[in-house]
């Protein structure tokens, strides 16, 4: 191959410096950023999403799909296009700054006093752009039970049509560069990537994938396997019980499919870095802290109009929705800002009152996780085996160049769900003889629990350091069902800020510690079946069974109240539910009930907690949502005011 003479090399440099400059530009989406008064003249917009989160992403693209539509997207956060956010393995760096609510719980009571960290994504795509991206729907059942509490359309049946719309599936056995296969030349475990077709999508926005997997975690998969667990082929198919990988909303290139990137990326929205003939326009407002939904009484109608937002520079704004006001700030967002506009059990102190709904921010649930760390073998195959310092040349060149891995993995990278009477039978023959058993789950086939497989050391979000250079891996057994319920409340008004206040009142039931405790007795003995592995070894190293003893049930379950974290699952504080539900906040068409044009649609409006990873169910609720939201204003060419006038 010939040389290149220096003016040829900085041609050619200058020329791909160019290219690369202009295919930037050409992803920018200039109706992104902070509001601005010399250009956003438009007040005006036929709906209005408050919260750019993992659902409104999804419902201003949806909206938009109608060239005739304009949607006005109100987002505290910033943009999700940072690396920390699109490079999986980085996702606990995002905890604790400025892409993160950085909430906390008020202290819980029944917890050892404990203030709980409450992680929710701040920047556009919400928690679906800082979480574990872990793709998991939950059982069959659980949606079958939305419906019978009397939310008809919600069944099982209906839901798989919206998840399977959703999904753009990533076929694992097609070759590298075919449209619905992988990008990347990542090592394929075909025992592990099985699926059954009928369950999955392939043309929706949202890639679901495989990616990483340590060997470490091929031997818990083992361990469970020989501890009795069914292996499970797709935990999305027509059982979620069983043990396996888990599937991911990673792209085919490796990086994260937020529901930002999916449903808003330049590809959707964008030709050329102008917007996207045939679609409707979107504007995404950085920066833009909502003050509440301004709602005004027509003709004895209570009728939501707008919301009012505070801009990037403190400034106070009000914009006007001719058809609905769509609230998506998540299970903390969205009952607060009810409660600051006057909606909620009771008036407020300093807030004028609007309309009484006694459910708004009750019925809190979350799903919450308790660790036991190992020591792994020198030999086994973790993370640690992959990094390091001199390492990291090959690491970044394996992500940027390959999508290649360690830093593909979104870190749990394999669960097993199951049912108590399957791993603790004494512990439920106990319960029930002692007349102290709950079983909340939806049916047979709806798991209690969950064991999560970390190739690491994880406590605390991250937050405790790997106490040293050795190899280690975690199990985290998660309480799908619990008994406790919380509520969220807000603020008096302090300094012209309002707080949210989180409590999720963990523990106050009993049953849930006891739950929690018998998950550390069976992860002891998968622990001691992955010691005989190779690929795994495992001594557990923290808490230490003879600081903890299984025979101990006090100590048992003070480090299940120490040691326990939320793994960002809050859900049902603005439930759906029937007229007859006093607690119910939406029907079954998620309309805020007494409030016109108002309808909340986010993980907030679940009737109960799913036994699942609930970013999958907030995107499947977005997607029945804007169905419903275009089947209501159905005729696009009517007179706004005329449909408004008819839905009055």
Known sequence: ???????????????????????????QDPNRGPWDPSVDLQTHY?????GGGTAGCVLASRLTENPNVNVLVLEAGYSDDISASKTPALLSTLYRTDADWNLRSVPQTHALGRVMDQPRGKLLGGCSSINAMMYHRGPASDYDEWEALGNPGWNYKECLHYFKKAEGFNDPSLPVGHPRGPLTNRIRKPQYEEFEPEFHGTDGPWQISYHHMCGSTEGFVRAN?????????DFNGSSTIGVNRIQTFIQRNAVRSSSARAYLGPDQLLQNGKPKPGRGRVRVVYGAHIVRVLVQERRGVKVAIGAEFLDSKHEMHQVMAVKEVLLCAGAFGSPHILMASGIGPSPHPTIPHIHTLQGVGRNLADHLGVPINFRASPTSHVF?????????????YDYKVKGTGVLTSQGAESACFARLEDIAP????????????QDRSSGPQSPHIEILFVPGYYRHHNKV???????????????????????VTISDVKDGKIETLIDPNFFEDEFDTRVMAEMIRYMRRLGEQMRQDPACG????????????????????????KESSVYYHPTSTCRMGPPSDSLAVVDARLNVYGIDRLRVVDASVMPKIPAAHTCAPTIMIAEKAADMIKEDWKDPTTDAQETILAKL
């Open 538 to 561: 495992g001594i557990e190293v923290y808490p230490g069974i003879d600081k903890v003893p299984n025979d101990d049930d006090v100590k048992m379950q003070e480090y299940v109240k």
């Open 384 to 396: 640690a085996a992959e990094r390091g310092f001199f390492k990291t040349p090959k690491i970044l």
């Open 225 to 233: 396997v020989a501890l009795g667990r069914p292996f499970n082929k």
């Open 1 to 27: 191959m010939p040389k290149l003479n220096k003016t040829t090399a900085g041609v050619v440099a200058l020329g791909v410096a160019g290219a690369a400059y202009i295919n930037q530009r050409q992803k």
């Open 46 to 50: 036929d709906y209005i999403v408050l």
């Open 426 to 437: 004494e512990f439920v023959a106990r319960e029930k003889a002692n007349g102290t058993w």
């Open 465 to 487: 350091p790997v106490p040293d250079g050795k190899r280690y891996f975690t199990l985290v057994g998660l309480l799908l069902n619990p008994v406790s319920s919380g509520k």
